[in-house]
């Protein structure tokens, strides 16, 4: 029998999971559906955690959470999934059979875990006695070896599907070097290319714009991304910096 406080935080942390996977199911934004999967991921850590699975509770926020989470935005991030790739269908009633599939799935797992018989309990005590990762390896590569081979298969293959989901054919060839060159030199317009960013003691200088002659910026020597977020480094910043370094050297000098 749980105690009050550990019964406390299952129903709240269990609520907080269906949320989140009414969440995960809802979201428009495939960004979002991966922030409610790794809500998901970190309260079932807090869970095993609360249940004495210390090691079960850190490789689901570590592995799960901290890894593979991040791995599923960097996808994200890296492809440019919008809203619109989640919503529109591109083959018709591809929605029904899908919802069909899952209550079909969803029956076979009640039917399943209906009919299943479990061990006797033991208790936390005897069943941890050489340890929680001893016990856990004893149950992953004994009776639930093959289900554990399976989960693997599974895991390889969705892998894969989303490599093939995520690759995209070239329309057109690829541009090489030699013909952005001859396109500069067609056009007159900077035909040796645009002048690197200038370079500062001290500091970065991607953010750093060259000087021209006169002493002035040029914009064109830095992104236009970081002029849109206010991030380029103007020369009038390291005026102070470059007094101070010169009267360090000054007083140096005198000693």
Excluded at 144 to 156: D, H, M, P, R
Excluded at 211 to 230: F, K, N, Q, Y
Aim: with cysteine; proline share 4%; aromatic share 8%.
């Amino acid at each position: 029998m749980t105690g009050g406080g550990e019964a406390v935080l299952f129903w709240i942390l269990s609520i907080v999971c269906v949320l989140a996977a009414l969440g995960l199911v809802f979201a428009r934004k495939a960004v979002y559906a991966a922030m409610c999967m790794a809500l998901i991921m970190i309260n079932l850590g807090v869970i095993y955690l609360a249940q004495r699975a210390d090691f079960l509770g850190v490789v689901q926020v570590i592995v799960y959470t901290g890894a593979v989470m991040m791995l599923f935005l960097f996808v994200l991030m890296m492809i440019g999934v919008d809203s619109s790739d989640s919503t529109v269908e591109t083959h018709r009633g591809i929605r029904v059979w899908g919802v069909l599939l899952g209550l079909g799935l969803g029956a076979m797992l009640v039917g399943i875990i209906g009919r299943s018989q479990l061990p006797p309990a033991v208790g936390l005590d005897k069943a941890n006695a050489e340890g929680n990762v001893h016990a856990l390896a004893n149950l992953i590569f004994g009776p639930f070896v093959w289900t554990f081979e399976l989960t693997s298969a599974l895991l390889i293959t969705a892998a894969m599907a989303a490599m093939v989901l995520a690759h995209r054919e070239r329309l057109v060839p690829r541009t090489t070097q030699r013909e952005y060159a001859a396109r500069r030199f067609r056009t007159g317009q900077f035909p040796a290319g645009l002048p690197a960013p200038g370079v500062y003691a001290r500091h970065n200088a991607v953010d750093t714009p060259a000087l021209l002659p006169d002493g002035t910026p040029a914009e064109i020597s830095v992104s236009r991304v970081l002029g849109a977020r206010d991030q380029v480094a103007q020369p009038g910043q390291f005026e102070d910096i470059e007094h101070a370094i010169e009267r360090e050297i000054e007083e140096g000098r005198t000693r």
